[in-house]
């Protein structure tokens, strides 16, 4: 038996990264794709690299019945997914990938988006999905709101020390490199081939990037007061990769048996030896993470690395991964495609 | 059950290609990868992105305990291969992936290679590895030579229409467009970043390709004449992709037709909708191969656009493909990953 | 004494590489530049790379006295062009980079680009741009009309031949290899760095793109006859660049022979030695052409190559050498900056 | 009357910028290059990018009639120059682009390059190629040691917030993106297209990366103690450009106002507004340093960012302009090309 799938906003990235993890999960269908402008089109048209598999074509949200869905992956626009998701049917199983329900306080979400929420009364319901950390709660949940894909990395290298209280809260310097697929496929000049290609440029400058909401909501709490990280992101001419590179106070050889403990049945994440950086050429079109440590040549200081594939791991990987807790799926299925090397 | 399978030159391009598909393919466990100049290396030392896999360690060939494989997949450098090959178990299944058993004739061999052949007397016991083309004989042998992956796309352009007489033999151009990865892991300064992206250039111009000795066989078998196509390859800054423009004389709509008929019940190769040309982004780490069909303005004259992952349709994927076949396993077991784009 | 320039049209990639190019030319001075939808803003906000010139803020067409300008660049998009300079004064030196003024015949015109040409009377005084086969018009005249970067690209390789009668007309096949920057910057989906990075496809296939008009007047005109080649355009993931690799009959020394003495006095026209195949790597940034000669192994069948910069040499820098011929300068004052590599 | 120069290692990267950037100085004339493996050989076939040159043939040092030149540039590997450099003429004007002299202790050299010096009498006698920093010992000096790409990019950001004391010298984070050119044209695994494309990693992490004697150098001479910043490179695709983010402690609107001060009268120094961030790609093969500042939202901390290109500004275009001084012509003669955009 397999578990009936509707993609809202498949003609994206996220949503088209959905469909090639679920192209080879024995226990999903895709049943139903969504996108507004599209509709009416085969999913070939629009992606052509999906053009192998048979996939209903694209329709309107309203044309879908989701009385036949077990569950659905909400793939839209940050803003649209509010409206959307709050009039799905109470009792659908809903995986969010935009940014609408990450942030619990209606306030804290004003201040990021720069405007009120849609459905400030779900924002309560929303599990956050960073598995590794809400396992139980997306287990019994029917809603997850999947993390920034740059909140995802920086987590990863950041969390366990924090819980752990191996670093200073005040102390941490989060610096990012992402490529260009996690600001979609969105019609941006500065996300042409010629205005990217071959250079690199920092960007959301001196702590403005959204992300930053969710560092704040989440370090905050795992420490038990307000905690403000600093975070630079910068696009480099890559399509998928996250690196982030953290500058914490604290024991670097201490960090890095926090993290063999704590990752030590993490099936999607590998710490790397000590000393060694990671890369996100070894990541990529996988859920993997990768995770390593330095010391500083500043005794009490050290590097923590993390990267992943922002459309797998950071997204749409995630959300399947969520998804298959939900269901009651193998945590992992679907999931354990090697990364695509080189 | 599964079967029992050695990598030789596991340190390679093709070899980790190889491991990446086999990682979920649930009939082949891998236990015998080597490396001569690696060996005792785990092979996450030496392709990090394989680090998730639990893969033994690489070892030298004359360590391998041939008796206990099923199947072994020759990913050995040309020249390299014949030499080893020749020296094992006769009864082992194996699917060589250099170029050095693609000829028939120990002349040709010669002329392409400059040098006289290893094992001349294995030259006829080899299957040409074009799945699509040589299926029954890859089912019967225990000895497949894969073919060369800029040579495998030309032939899915051309083969059907020379076999169906649909095009004049004397008149063709196969101009074609290559990734890097091609070939192989190798350090010359034209390969490096620096000379390689943003750029493109011709290479073995003049008909000077070593792959034109595959054409000349097969297209010449095909006719029963001596057929020789003109062929220019050109290099292109990306790592993975090949993708033949192919001019040809002949009816395009008829061209078309043939394709469709032809490839109507292949599971790996997409005939696009007449007067579309494919993108090698479309089939990136996937074992497709996307077909299109243009009529020129000129009367008479046609093109065929041909394009697959020259790492895994083009060398790894087909080996598989083909070991799955000789091992008595589904075909395309293992294979239907999805590419990946972005 | 400088010549009073204008640039209209300054806020895309031939109207920045013109500042480029003029930057450090010591004869012209740039007093206006237009950009209708970014007018009053300065030049540093469109284009950051040329922050450290003096430059006028972009300003509107109308706002041009056009009585203080020896020669306006008109680097507008195809249509906005014939429109804008049928209502420049009539003395007024004019180089145009668009396609509105390179076909002579406006049913010719209408057929490519698909409308009536909007100054159909102007089309005859317009003298077609490639200066090394039009110098003495294009000193003489006050109006030239760019040529297309695919259309001179192919026409360095070609012209010489078929002026000669080294091959034949009719066998002629122009296989090209572009990049990204001579589609503009315009929000194209095709042209995301997500979409085209890593990747390359044909395009215009099966003899549709625009400047087979091109090659249609200007091969026929030589000819003396209609003259129809083939042409497949591909893209290629790198910003600047076209390759044409033309397949050919003829004889490949007396074809080589023939370019060395025709291009022997051309200062920007390379002929490498027989046998070298040119790079884009080689010319990027720079005015220069690189032609490269193959025989093939077929005898009477030769490939030619011809590499150029599409920005520079196929597009402002050729702009660039005519206006220096039109205003009297030395034909390659400030157009001798060596090629950018890596 | 134009000045001979000799360029000792014409072969690498670093060698043909040199000869790039002095291809349009009117003041200089090349009339020795020397590469000792590839003596013998036109540049052409070495560098066919400039091919349209008219330059000596390579040759051997020891070929080299110094007593002809006027001034040598050594772009030679780390340790050769030294070797070479300790046997040149001693009156001879040389502007060393290895790392052999810029640091002043020979301890300090053999702790960072593993080896003792070849050539300690001559540590003191180099200045350090800072151009903007140490102007008139250049002036004054025959012998000028260049800096470290990345070194150079840091204290661009960096030395003038020390000089003034605004800054804590204790918490300086240096975190750099750089192209791979910097590696020159070597023929390392990590530096193959198929590699480095598509994908990023941090390298000579935890403070091991040499150019960190020439900060500690640098920064403790002007602090008066020692300062050791911490500083993580990482590798990004592209071939060209460095990019530098700073993490400092101090108030972001006064840093801004004192790189205006310091800077205003620099020909290659632009400072953006404040709340800018510089690209890699508006600097792309030019002389120019674009420097921005942004306040972070934790009051009291800012960030630096300077971006150059590693090629010119870093290497070859500041021996240019340090040749220039040296030599009693105009610093900007040869180096105000605008950068290459797209």
């Given at each position: 038996m397999t578990h009936s799938i509707a993609i809202l906003g498949a003609s994206g990235y996220t949503g088209a990264e959905l469909v090639r993890l679920i192209a080879?999960?024995?226990g999903l269908s895709i049943t139903a794709m969504t996108g507004e402008?599209?509709?009416?089109?085969?999913?070939a048209s629009v992606?052509?690299?999906?053009?192998h598999l048979d996939l209903p074509d694209l329709c309107r949200i309203?044309?879908?019945?989701?009385?036949?869905?077990d569950l659905a992956f909400c793939a839209l626009p940050h803003g649209t997914s509010a409206s959307v998701i709050k009039d799905l049917p109470h009792d659908l199983k809903i995986v969010d990938?935009?940014?609408?329900?990450?942030?619990?306080d209606p306030a804290v979400y004003k201040r990021w988006y720069g405007k009120d929420h849609?459905?400030?009364?779900?924002l309560g319901s929303?599990?956050?999905?960073l598995t590794e950390f809400y396992r139980e709660e997306i287990r019994a949940t029917r809603f997850v709101a999947g993390t920034g894909c740059n909140a995802a990395t920086g987590q990863y290298a950041v969390r366990p020390l924090l819980s752990a209280g191996?670093?200073?809260?005040?102390?941490i310097v989060i610096n990012l490199i992402t490529g260009v697929?996690?600001?979609?496929?969105s019609l941006k000049e500065n996300l042409l081939h010629a205005e990217l290609s071959e250079g690199a440029n920092a960007y959301?400058?001196?702590?403005?990037?959204?992300h930053l909401g969710e560092f704040d909501q989440e370090f905050s709490a795992i420490v038990g007061r307000k905690v403000e990280v600093q975070f630079t992101p910068h696009l480099a001419p890559m399509n998928r990769g996250i690196l982030a590179t953290v500058y914490v106070r604290g024991d670097a050889q201490a960090i890095h048996a926090e993290f063999e403990r704590v990752y030590?049945?993490?099936?999607?994440i590998e710490v790397l030896p000590f000393g060694q950086a990671p890369s996100t050429h070894d990541v990529r079109g996988s859920n993997f993470v990768h995770v390593g440590v330095a010391a500083d040549r500043r005794e009490g200081r050290a590097q923590v690395f993390a990267t992943l594939d922002n459309l797998t791991k950071g997204s749409s990987g995630q959300a399947l991964q969520n998804a298959n807790l939900m269901l009651g799926l193998p945590e992992t299925e679907g999931l354990m495609l090697a990364p695509l090397f080189p």
């Open positions: 080879t999960h024995p402008r599209k509709a009416g089109q085969p999913m992606f052509p690299f999906l053009r309203d044309e879908v019945n989701f009385s036949a869905v990938l935009s940014a609408d329900f990450r942030l619990k849609e459905a400030p009364e779900m929303a599990v956050y999905g191996l670093i200073d809260p005040d102390e697929s996690g600001a979609g496929r959301a400058i001196g702590g403005t990037h959204r030590a049945e993490e099936p999607f």
